[in-house]
């Protein structure tokens, strides 16, 4: 008997964590693919900060090699981001007393076009954007404009991880 009792929980606890493998730490889940491809992401802006377009490419390829295990190829991915920077707008937020910029805010745009050769059902087109506020006092060069590009790209790349490997 209590052998039996041995075997019983044995077998539900190896049923238990079996079924757990659809999660992992990177919340990814199962990815039927093992290759994705990153077009480079094209400036079409009406105003064009120079190279934000290669820095926004590069920040997605790293983001999803970092958190998966699927290789980066040149062509013939499986998964397949694409597409361009719509939007770079700099607007100032809030005013002093005498009509001066107090805050500014740096948004970007991106349009994603994700393809899914493995499930066709999961490829879409979304827009993504964020925005970076800084000080009217600054300009949008140098160390701010880094700053800024790195909080808006982390947040856009970071949606769209979530919403093409992670599904949340």
Do not use: H
């Amino acid at each position: 008997m209590i052998k039996n009792i041995k075997y019983i929980v044995a077998l539900t606890l190896l049923l238990t964590l079996s079924g757990c493998k659809i999660y992992n730490f990177t919340g990814t889940g199962q990815i039927d693919a093992k290759t994705f491809q990153v077009n480079y992401f094209i400036n079409n802006a009406e105003l064009v900060e120079p190279g934000i377009d290669l820095t926004f490419t590069r920040r997605l390829q790293d983001l999803i090699q970092n958190q998966t295990n699927l290789s980066l190829t040149n062509s013939g991915g499986e998964l397949v981001y694409e597409g361009e920077i719509v939007d770079y707008r700099i607007a100032p937020m809030t005013a002093t007393a005498d009509q001066r910029a107090a805050q500014n805010r740096l948004s970007i745009t991106v349009l994603l076009r994700f393809s899914n050769r493995k499930k066709e059902d999961d490829s879409f087109e979304k827009r993504y954007s964020f925005f970076y506020d800084f000080s009217g006092n600054q300009l949008p060069t140098g160390a701010t404009l880094r700053e800024g590009l790195d909080v808006i790209f982390e947040r856009i790349t970071q949606d769209i991880f979530n919403d093409t490997l992670a599904k949340w």
